[in-house]
């Protein structure tokens, strides 16, 4: 019988995000999944390891990611691992038999990302890649008015995710300003969201009419000890180039018709981490930012030329509250923490009922690596690009 031990791939701040979703939804699955426990958290830095299985009620630690692959108590793996490693763990859990859930990007390029969704394909394993901001309820409500035809034909939508954690010239360099290991910078890192977001709305993006990027930070400090996420610390004096983008802006066209405006910062002073967008539709308009993660607006059609916006909030009808949070009362809000637990409890019941998870496949995986690569190819040579969709 398959054993369900979990383990996590990097123990840096999106490793425990991980941690902290299995904690909260693994309770919910015992009598569902054999064997079902916090098993091990696998990084380089045994320290980091340690402290981050301590704090989750992690079993052991590892300071290799591919002894966890070997280990055959482990069924189920999270990939919180840098971008560059992320295709050889999914490729390795893949061939381990193990399910395993991706942070994004799924890949550095799409014929990498197509590679491990051609792997994936006809195995038992479920396979998925972190999109957790479609797990947001105002966001699943918006898709749902969209869907049933509330907002009429959708013409087009504003979307981008706006960072300020890279506006710190101070900040130390690390893997993330690297092209050869991070891709390309605040495009993929933060940008990945914003398009799985367009297309979770709005379907799927066909061209990238163009774009353009820009690196305003050319050079950062090589830190002077280990660092960890977006942390600051002591700095030597060697200096290393940036060569990815710390901004990218793209017009993208959808196969509906619709258009869209998208950008990605890294460097957004005062923006903090936002995630915000506007959809219009001949019916209606749709607002929403995570810098007010418990609502949304809405402005539906009246013909007065002065349309007003009505906000609607959070309550315990609104999509994954009511199953999912200990107080499922009006008022009571979400958080980062909690949408990021609703992802993992969409994998873990995919699990358990031994079917594809529904929303965040390997596919969508790799529909956002094809639109990625295309709008770095429209960013390098000023033309428009169109997408060469791989076969389903």
Known sequence: MKQHGIGILGAGMIGAAHAFGYRTHCPRFADRLHGLRLAVVADPNEALARTLASTYGFEGT?????????????????VALPNFLHVDAVDAALQAG?????????????????????????????????????R??????????????????????????????????????????????????????????????ARYLCGEIDEIVGAVSNISIKERFVAAGATVGHDRGDLSTEKKTVDNDDVMSALLRFR??????????????????????????????????TKLLNQYEIARFDG????????????????NLKEMLPVPYDGVGVGYAEIFGFMIHDFLTAIAERKP??????????RVAEILDAIQRSAETGTATRIAHAPA
């Not at 049933?148 to 300003?177: K, T």
């Not at 007065?304 to 999509?319: D, E, I, L, Y």
């Open 98 to 134: 193990k399910h395993v859930l991706c942070e994004k990007p799924l890949a550095l390029s799409a014929a990498d990302a197509r590679r491990l969704y051609e792997a994936a394909k006809g195995t038992e394993v479920c396979a998925a890649t972190v999109f957790n901001y479609r």
């Open 357 to 366: 998870i529904a929303s965040g496949t390997l596919l969508d995986g790799l």
């Open 256 to 289: 509906s018709g619709a258009q869209g405006l998208f950008s990605a910062s890294r460097v957004a002073i005062g923006m903090g981490n936002t995630l915000s967008f506007e959809v219009f539709g001949t019916k209606a308009s749709a607002k929403f930012s």
């Open 136 to 197: 947001i309820p105002a966001v699943i409500e918006i898709r749902n008015r969209i869907a049933a035809g509330e907002m009429g034909e959708i013409v087009n939508i504003l979307v981008q995710f706006q960072c300020e954690y890279a506006a710190d010239p101070y900040l130390p360099h690390s893997w993330r300003y690297e092209r050869d290991r991070a891709g390309s910078g605040a495009l993929a890192d933060i940008g990945t969201h914003a398009i799985d977001t």
């Open 62 to 78: 590892a300071t290799d990611w591919k002894a966890v692959m070997d280990n055959p108590a482990i069924g189920i793996v999270s």
């Open 304 to 319: 007065s030329g002065q349309t007003p916006f009505a906000t609607v909030a959070n309550r315990p009808s609104s999509p």
